[in-house]
């Protein structure tokens, strides 16, 4: 066995998932790459049915890409409409979003200021702060 499956079969297992063929396809598609990969749950669907020709139902790609959100393997993106994204880059930082193209982009946490925090309710604490910057192309 690669360490890349050991790899992915400890950061499912820490998720309180088996590490089955169809999950461990999923670690590959998520953790295997150089870059940040954004996605939804139908985009990780597609991906696994027309670029791996691996038909893994809708219920487990949901289920794998929530247990890796909640354990911290992943960050999730509301976009708005109840739209989400997730994000394999869990470090702070914020995001372009193309409302045509439907695709995210990294902003370094370091290119953005913010100038003035509101206080949170009473009894709330602020956890941090991500920016989303929905953009168009310009006409």
Do not use: W
Request: hydrophobic share 30%.
């Amino acid at each position: 066995m690669n360490k890349i499956n050991i790899n992915f079969i400890a950061k499912l297992r820490t998720s309180g998932l088996r590490p089955t063929k169809q999950r461990l396809k999923i670690c590959d598609i998520l953790f295997n790459r150089e870059k940040t990969f954004h996605f939804s749950i139908n985009d990780l669907t597609k991906i696994l049915e027309i670029e791996h020709n691996e038909k893994i139902s809708l219920a487990t790609v949901y289920n794998t890409v929530h247990a890796f959100k909640k354990k911290g393997y992943l960050k999730e993106i509301h976009i708005g409409n109840e739209m989400s994204y997730f994000d394999t880059n869990t470090s702070s930082h914020h995001h372009f979003y193309d409302e045509q193209t439907k695709e995210l982009t990294d902003i370094s946490s370091n290119e953005v200021e913010i100038k003035k925090i509101p206080s949170p309710p009473s009894g709330k604490k602020i956890d941090g702060a991500e920016v989303i910057f929905k953009i168009s192309k310009k006409i």
